[in-house]
């Protein structure tokens, strides 16, 4: 079955910081979605981004389809972007459901 | 707009006991799935309905679990007898599937524990 690995699995940083959170998948997808799980055990949707560049606030994410990856960017960290960062696809032929990586448990200090 | 709707939130109960747990997906959602979330394992599904018709049920874990979509607005996944193995947290999702877009959403969860 396909396989999606996220990196790093921990990050800390100082609030204000930058990351880059990767997510690289070994098939096709027609569907995937980073999610951000808080502390208190939510998933959010953060972006449905199949592929191409999308922005929202202090969060974008672009996926490139053709190499199979796709990456989370997170500027001017804040204490309440703690929490596991999810990327999750879906591929042809599977109907709708989502594979999802690991994680990245990212913590933000104050 | 309301979203996934779960019930109940928590739930403590002992081993060998019935366990039911509730999901409303989002109003017009076509599909519906069901996840589970251990240490251990990650995320993983357990199963999926698309017009309220199991699509796949591969994820289940053994014939203790069952789950039920008796109409569009409301699914059911019941464990019987339970085991504190099964103790996890339980997500429903829903999704329009379009073809095109078909982006999922996640109710809160309900937190299992079996002692």
Redesign the interface.
């Known amino acids: 079955g396909i396989q999606v690995e996220q990196s790093p699995p921990d990050l800390i940083l100082q609030e204000g910081a930058n990351s880059t959170l990767r997510c690289n998948f070994s098939d096709s997808v027609n569907n995937l979605q980073w999610f951000h799980q808080n502390p208190w055990g939510q998933l959010i949707n953060l972006f449905y981004i199949p592929s191409g560049t999308k922005q929202n606030g202090r969060l974008s994410a672009t996926t490139v389809a053709t190499e199979r990856y796709s990456l989370l960017y997170i500027s001017s960290s804040q204490t309440t972007d703690s929490g596991v960062y999810f990327c999750a696809v879906g591929i042809y032929n599977q109907g709708g459901k989502l594979i999802f990586g690991q994680g990245t448990e990212l913590s933000v200090k104050p | 707009d309301a979203g996934v709707i779960q019930s109940p939130r928590h739930e403590v109960t002992e081993m060998g006991q019935e366990v039911t747990l509730r999901c409303k997906p989002i109003s017009g959602h076509n599909?519906l799935?069901w996840?589970r979330q251990t240490m251990m394992r990650?995320?993983?599904?357990l199963i999926?309905f698309?017009n309220n018709v199991p699509?796949?049920d591969s994820g289940m874990p053994e014939d203790r679990f069952s789950a039920k979509m008796p109409n569009a607005s409301f699914s059911t996944l019941k464990i019987q007898p339970s085991e504190p193995r099964d103790s996890a947290?339980y997500?429903c999702?829903s999704?329009l599937?379009s073809g095109i877009?078909?982006?999922?959403?996640?109710g809160?969860?309900t937190?299992l524990t079996v002692l």
């Open positions: 599909s799935f996840y990650g995320l993983e599904l999926y698309n699509i796949d947290v997500f999702a999704s599937q877009h078909n982006e999922q959403f996640f809160p969860g937190r």
